[in-house]
């Protein structure tokens, strides 16, 4: 059965640094999505994507965070200069139907660390 | 704006009962989904099961089934036989545009 994968699973980073996310959603979905879980919290919503451009995105998904998909399978998630408070489990989803339609699939999350 | 509650933090079952987890939701909108996925220790999202606010019918998948009153903005899960790999959290979500808007989740317990 087709799923979407990501990597690293866990990665740690000093506060400032960049970091990419990276996701392969299933292969012939065309809508892509990042969330985010803070430890204990409820799963946000950041950004949703299609057609190599962001449909809607949260009050979250402000300057320091950028998304693409650079080729035909990869879908990232970029965060140009961590803080603190960005040490969260990032889902990456996908959808093969678009606006209001269907159910997303989620990856198995990638766990930022930010020291 | 929409917003999803769950007011069960915790909830508790032995294993073969049943058990029901309540969600309530609030939208201004006619035409939209509602799912629930569990978490599991690994922190993975697994989708259970979803429901068309179109259809009148309550969606059913193996022994989960959800009761959806649409009128009442209520959408709980019943979970049949329960087994001890279903212990994990539970989130409802409704889903109107391209996002999905979780509620704060329900963490369900499994006693053998």
């Known amino acids: 059965e087709p799923e979407v994968t990501q990597t690293p699973s866990h990665q740690v980073t000093q506060m400032g640094q960049e970091v990419i996310l990276r996701c392969v959603p299933i292969?012939?979905?065309?809508?892509f999505y990042w969330y985010r879980q803070i430890l204990g919290q409820k799963v946000e919503f950041l950004v949703s994507f299609y057609n190599n451009e962001i449909s809607e995105k949260s009050e979250i998904f402000d300057d320091q965070f950028s998304v693409e998909r650079p080729d035909g399978s990869n879908f990232t998630l970029k965060i140009r200069s961590t803080k603190l408070e960005d040490s969260a489990m990032y889902f990456c989803?996908?959808?093969?139907?678009?606006?209001?339609?269907?159910?997303?699939?989620f990856g198995p999350g990638t766990r930022l660390t930010v020291t | 704006a929409q917003t999803v509650t769950q007011s069960q933090p915790e909830m508790s079952v032995q294993e073969a009962e049943t058990v029901t987890l309540s969600c309530t939701y609030d939208?201004?909108?006619?035409?939209?989904?509602l799912f629930w996925y569990k978490q599991p220790p690994s922190r993975q999202m697994i989708l259970v099961i979803r429901?068309?606010?179109?259809?009148?019918q309550n969606a059913t998948e193996n022994r989960f089934s959800v009761n959806f009153q649409k009128a009442a903005k209520s959408f709980s899960l019943k979970i049949s036989d329960s087994q001890l790999g279903d212990a994990a959290m539970y989130f409802c979500?409704?889903?109107?545009?391209?996002?999905?808007?979780f509620g704060t989740g329900t963490r369900l317990q499994v006693f053998p």
């Open positions: 989803a996908s959808s093969g139907l678009g606006t209001g339609m269907g159910e997303q699939y």
């Open positions: 939208t201004s909108e006619s035409d939209y989904y």
């Open positions: 292969s012939n979905h065309l809508y």
């Open positions: 979500a409704y889903r109107r545009t391209d996002k999905l808007i």
């Open positions: 429901q068309e606010a179109y259809k009148q």
